[in-house]
């Protein structure tokens, strides 16, 4: 089995896929038919889309949590730190080596791991 779709429903889609364009995704920018405009890009075999919310949804579902293990981990985190990311975690060893969580633009938790 592998996981081949994950939808993120975002109050600020573009800004979203602004952050998450930092670890690597290429996003683009379209849409299916009559539905609405999301941003799409592949994290190895799945689709991360980010859409907007759904009609009745008052605010984003900040539940969900990623885990990302990326490339360049100093530099990605010396970036954050400029911007004035959230950390949950500072990196930090761990079982699964080198580890950081931060919160994105809304308040999601996201690990990130050293590749």
Do not use: C
């Amino acid at each position: 089995m592998e996981l081949t779709l994950l939808v993120i429903r975002s109050a600020i889609p573009e800004q979203l896929a602004k952050f998450y364009a930092q670890f690597g995704i290429t996003f683009e920018h379209h849409r299916h038919g009559n539905g609405p405009y999301h941003y799409s890009g592949h994290i190895g075999p799945t689709l991360l889309e980010i859409y907007p919310m759904a009609k009745g949804q008052e605010r984003p579902d900040i539940t969900l949590r990623l885990g990302l293990a990326i490339d360049a981990f100093d530099e990605i985190i010396d970036k954050l730190n400029a911007l004035d990311t959230t950390f949950h975690q500072p990196p930090t060893s761990t079982e699964w080596g080198l580890m950081a969580v931060i919160a994105d633009p809304e308040g999601r938790k996201i690990e990130l791991y050293k590749k």
